[in-house]
């Protein structure tokens, strides 16, 4: 099993930046994937952004140059860098990892993106 801290989120205006935080902790390490993803009001999970252990890197569509995402492997901590931030972006992240074929998910934080 695996237990996430995330934090970062809140209330921000259009155009503003936020830095969102995960720190895993569990039995499972080394992770070899972890990252975020986001659950608007139809409950949809969409992708964010992931990152590999040797750092390699996916981001959605919807957030590609506005968004970094970044590791820690030595503190198992995942961050999201949100520039630029839009009324679209709000809805519920959630952290992700994923190692040996298994999904395993945080509880998420909210982000709302509104003047």
């Known amino acids: 099993q695996v237990q996430f801290v995330e934090s970062g989120g809140g209330l921000v205006e259009p155009g503003g930046s936020l830095r969102l935080s995960c720190a895993a902790s569990g039995s499972i390490f080394p992770i070899d994937t972890m990252g975020w993803f986001r659950q608007g009001p139809g409950n949809q999970r969409d992708l964010v952004a992931t990152?590999?252990?040797?750092?390699?890197?996916n981001y959605g569509e919807a957030v590609k140059g506005r968004f970094t995402i970044s590791r820690d492997n030595a503190k198992t901590a995942v961050y999201l860098q949100m520039n630029i931030l839009k009324p679209e972006d709000t809805a519920v992240y959630l952290c992700?990892?994923?190692?040996?074929?298994?999904?395993?998910w945080g509880q998420g934080t909210q982000v709302t993106v509104s003047s």
């Open positions: 990152i590999t252990r040797a750092g390699r890197t």
């Open positions: 992700y990892a994923y190692n040996r074929r298994v999904e395993y």
